[in-house]
């Protein structure tokens, strides 16, 4: 992997204000990816490619991410950075909305990392969990959204990506089969496994 390229990459993106994984996010997943040593990871929000690169450095031998996007631009750039970093191997992007592309799919997956629209994740947990293996682990980035979850906050525009946030916590820590933690780092990371 070119450390340099993606160097550059996450300078680009900063710039032009792609919301990338945030540094002390990263060194919290890189943390769990290490102890985890993942075949299989799904992301949801593939952006500029960036998360999916940093994470496929821990894959094992042949492990693949599969990562989602909508947007055109977007895609086009990640899949030009994939290869810039020499990581085409390892990472798979599909094109689409997530809310169609998830029933889909049947894999099973180690790591899901939820990073898209967050007025969608309790619809992406219920997906996540149907294709999470039984070590696996849900990571949710930006779960507490510039503080407004956690607030009495409820300005119409944010209202229903917050109620949905809301939402996402009640379920990962109302089910007894999951155990969540929640972490201030970036934008807020929940943490969820399953209890075996
Ligand atoms: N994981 C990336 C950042 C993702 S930003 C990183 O850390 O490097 C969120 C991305 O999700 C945006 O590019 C946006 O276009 C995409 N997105 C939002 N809603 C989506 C949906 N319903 N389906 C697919 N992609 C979506
Ligand atoms: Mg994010």
Not at 48 to 62: H, I, W
Not at 92 to 97: F, S
């Amino acid at each position: 992997m070119n450390l340099q390229e993606l160097q550059i990459i996450k300078e680009k993106a900063l710039q032009n204000h792609v919301p990338i994984i945030m540094d002390d996010t990263l060194e919290v997943v890189d943390k769990i990816l290490k102890q985890l040593k993942p075949k299989r990871i799904l992301e949801i929000g593939t952006a500029v490619g960036y998360s999916a690169m940093c994470f496929s450095d821990y894959l094992q031998e042949n492990g693949i991410i599969d990562t989602i996007e909508r947007d055109v631009e977007r895609i086009k750039e990640a899949k030009e950075n994939i290869v810039k970093v020499g990581v085409e191997e390892k990472i798979n992007i599909l094109e689409g909305d997530a809310v169609e592309i998830l029933p889909t799919l049947n894999e099973k997956y180690d790591m899901v990392f939820i990073d898209a629209a967050k007025g969608k994740y309790p619809f992406f947990l219920k997906e996540a969990l149907r294709m999470l293996n039984n070590n696996g682990i849900i990571l949710a980035d930006n779960i507490l959204y510039k503080g407004y979850v956690m607030s009495d906050y409820n300005k119409h525009k944010q209202r229903t990506a917050v109620r949905n946030l809301r939402e996402y916590i009640a379920e990962v820590t109302n089910n007894p089969n999951l155990e969540t933690e929640i972490l201030e780092v970036g934008d807020g990371l929940a943490i969820t496994k399953m209890i075996m």
